[in-house]
């Protein structure tokens, strides 16, 4: 299966290799943990790039939607015309899901994208690091929240890190590396040529809440919602403002809804916490819909509605 599919060569050093040669990244196989927007558009990276993936949901209903989505947007791509109908099947025969965490076991590198709170990631992070060979990298795509956390969580802290992907993981090009000062030169490396080998950009960051991005980017998104909450203008005005003013390709009510409001709060949480003089509180209107259960596009309501 892994020869099918020929993906971008690197130079990194493979994380089971001892002797710390550098030759080509050779296909990984990439577990990944959370079956949400991030989990499943990253699993598309990974396979789209020739890698294989072991994606864990919780439950089956929810994995089987991944692969259906996952077809359904290869699909879109053969008949747009940017895609050649067999890369579709062999990119869908690198995908497997499953229930259990146990399945990583051949797994190079487990990537965590579950919900954005501190707690359930540490508990994750406990039971991998019980369950996988001690050389298996263990990454995060938080979004705010600490690497280091997690790496003392484990046995293994130097084989911790943070690989932060965007939404969307399968369009944008970015993505974060994050080090906590416990992380080996290895494994940052590692994750450098994991990424782009997958044909993104790469950038080091240290272990700070918000890392590089979402440090700048969510006190603005915040401000946003306080400018309608004060009744500066209409949501709709904001957004048509910072598209065409700014150059932005979207404004910052239709971006929360992308991110998703409950991911949204807890960045801003996290970002407050560490630095209240950096980030306010979050806008009182953010917690409202939260607590109302719209969380953006992917519960089909929240500042707008889809
Ligand atoms: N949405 C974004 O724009 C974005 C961008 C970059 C990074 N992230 C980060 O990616 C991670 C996932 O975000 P998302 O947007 O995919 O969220 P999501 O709400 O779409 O998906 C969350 C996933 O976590 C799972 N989950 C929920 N509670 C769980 C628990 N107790 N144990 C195990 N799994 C649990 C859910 O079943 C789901 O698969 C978060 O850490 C988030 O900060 C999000």
Known sequence: ?????????????????????????????????????????????????????????RSAEAASDVLNTLAANLSKQVQRGRLEAQRQNEILALCTTTTRLTDFQKCEVVI????????????????????????????????????????????????????????????????????????????????????????KTSVHVRDDAGFIVNA??????????????????????IDIAMKGGCNFPMGPFALLDLVGLDTSLSILETLHKSSPSATDEPALLLRQLVSEGKLGRKTKNGFYTY
């Open 112 to 199: 965590e994208s579950i919900v954005e709170d501190i707690e359930t990631k540490i508990a994750l992070f406990t039971e991998l690091d019980a369950l996988l060979p001690s050389n298996t990298i263990l990454a995060s795509n938080t979004s705010t929240l600490p690497i280091i956390e997690l790496a003392r969580a484990t046995q293994r802290p130097d084989k911790v890190c943070g690989i932060h992907f965007f939404n969307p993981a399968t369009t944008m090009s970015l993505v974060e590396i994050v080090r906590p000062i416990t992380s080996s030169d290895h494994t940052i490396q590692y994750a450098v040529a994991l990424t782009e080998s997958c044909g």
């Open 1 to 57: 299966m892994l020869t099918c599919v020929t993906s971008p060569v690197l130079s990194p050093t493979h994380p089971h290799s001892s002797s710390g040669d550098r030759g080509p990244l050779s296909p990984q196989t990439v577990g990944i943990v959370g079956s949400g927007i991030m989990g499943a558009g990253i699993a598309e990276v990974f396979a789209s790039a020739g890698h294989t993936v072991v994606l864990r949901s």
């Open 216 to 237: 700048l980017l969510f006190p603005y998104l915040n401000n946003a919602i306080k400018m309608y909450e004060r009744g500066t203008a209409t949501m709709s005005d």
